[in-house]
């Protein structure tokens, strides 16, 4: 990719799909806001993140009616992960070695695994309502720190495949 044309090099459905993207974590930052109370200081990451029935049942307790809103962005999930995906065959097209294709390979698991986790954590979440248990809030969590790390991996690898060099060096 040209640096001198910027997004402008980008394909349309990829721009299409960051911008899916980024309204929708629009969306979710702002049914955040109100979930962000003293037991839930980050909102629904403080959820995710509940290892036992007490912390999510003081949660709920917190969030009243309100606490059921981030269900309806689960449309987020295939989202980024699409745009994910697609920036990571967009950033790995100019790259033709095959160290470049086997960690394109598996980063794209790692998105591919993140969304899935994401998905198994969001249904999770969704069945810890009444009452609360500990293997479901402990499950949750897990399924969330597979996310993120399969997240955090994903888009550390994606900057090394983008930042490896295009052409071998010369042997003289």
């Not at 981030?70 to 095959?98: C, E, K, N, S």
Request: hydrophobic share 50%.
């Amino acid at each position: 990719m040209d640096p001198a044309h910027g997004v402008a090099a980008f394909p349309k459905s990829l721009k299409a799909s960051l911008v899916v993207t980024a309204l929708l974590l629009f969306t979710l930052l702002m049914v955040n806001q109100p979930l962000q109370t003293a037991s839930a200081p980050q909102g629904i990451v403080s959820y995710q993140l509940a290892g036992t029935a007490d912390q999510a049942h003081a949660i709920l307790r917190s969030w009243r009616s309100e606490g059921v809103a981030w269900a309806r962005v689960f449309l987020f999930i295939p989202a980024y992960v699409l745009a994910l995906m697609q920036l990571t065959r967009h950033f790995t097209r100019d790259r033709p070695g095959i160290r470049e294709r086997v960690g394109a390979r598996w980063v794209r698991a790692l998105f591919a695994t993140a969304g899935l986790s994401d998905g198994a954590e969001n249904i999770l979440l969704l069945n810890n309502f009444n009452p609360p248990t500990d293997e479901v809030s402990l499950s949750a969590t897990l399924c969330a720190l597979v996310k993120f790390t399969a997240l955090t991996l994903g888009i550390a690898g994606l900057v090394i495949i983008r930042a490896s060099r295009r052409h071998p060096l010369a042997h003289h």
